[in-house]
């Protein structure tokens, strides 16, 4: 399961450079099963559709979805991230961002160790700060950084200095990273997400794909912040970004 030599980063700037090139449509992603050591992050189909204005994000895998999240350790820095993820082509402006900011993904995500959506209260006991580890969702810009690993990526660092476009859901952290508070549904195998766009023709002839994967805050508890250091499975076995939805 770990792979200290991460090639997602270089994988996914490769894929974004040919994304342009005549493709076949391709709402879900049918992958190879049984290729990941857990059966929670083991996936069987990645899919975006498009209903009204309306993204619906899916994911199944071979086991139950969900059941598997981070153990843990008490403290914020070296603490795990588990996620469902679906890296796009959706420009990084159409959900809240600076134009460009980097490559933009819908994450669900569970963390024992903190709680990264201070607007919502997933666990219903009255206390927003405490519920981390209760599966939610997050948009989440990032870029390759060596500082992660060789070829890994991690989300964006924002600069102390700097005061770049954000989400009016931004949670604060210093990183692009969005909490818009649309609940994951986790039935059985499958993740399913809904996302609304105010205009829904800005995500035409978008690419998608799916992965499975572990993040880690970083130790030092500065930039890189947060980067991706496992990755389960990929949906396309290659990160090609295959998918395509033409609203």
């Known amino acids: 399961m770990r792979n200290s030599n991460l090639r997602l980063g270089s994988l996914l700037i490769a894929a974004l450079a040919v994304t342009s090139a005549p493709s076949i449509r391709a709402d879900t992603i049918n992958a190879t099963a049984n290729d990941a050591e857990l059966a929670?992050?083991?996936i069987v189909t990645a899919s975006i559709s498009i209903e009204n204005n309306t993204a619906i994000f899916n994911m199944a895998v071979s086991?139950?979805?969900?059941?598997?999240?981070?153990?843990a350790s008490g403290k914020l820095a070296g603490s795990e991230v588990f996620s469902y993820v679906w890296p796009t082509t959706i420009n990084s402006y159409e959900v809240g961002f600076e134009q460009d900011a980097g490559i933009l993904a819908l994450a669900?995500?569970?963390?024992?160790?903190?709680?990264d959506t201070p607007l919502y209260d997933e666990n219903g006991d009255s206390d927003p700060g405490n519920d981390g580890e209760v599966w939610?969702?997050?948009?989440v810009v990032l870029q390759p950084n060596e500082s992660c690993g060789p070829g890994a990526l991690g989300v964006v660092d924002i600069p102390a200095d700097s005061q770049p476009r954000l989400p009016k859901t931004w949670p604060g952290l210093p990183i692009l990273l969005d909490s818009p508070g649309w609940d994951p549904l986790i039935v059985g195998d499958e993740v399913t997400i809904r996302v609304p766009f105010d205009n829904i023709a800005s995500i035409s002839d978008m690419s998608f794909d799916g992965v499975t994967a572990g993040l880690r805050v970083n130790e030092s508890v500065h930039?890189?912040?947060?980067c991706v250091v496992d990755v389960f499975d990929v949906a396309s076995g290659d990160l090609s970004l295959p998918g395509k939805i033409s609203p």
Request: overall charge negative.
């Open 223 to 226: 930039a890189p912040l947060l």
């Open 108 to 115: 669900v995500t569970s963390h024992a160790d903190f709680d």
């Open 63 to 71: 086991g139950a979805a969900g059941t598997s999240t981070p153990a």
């Open 136 to 139: 939610h969702s997050h948009w």
């Open 40 to 42: 929670a992050f083991d």
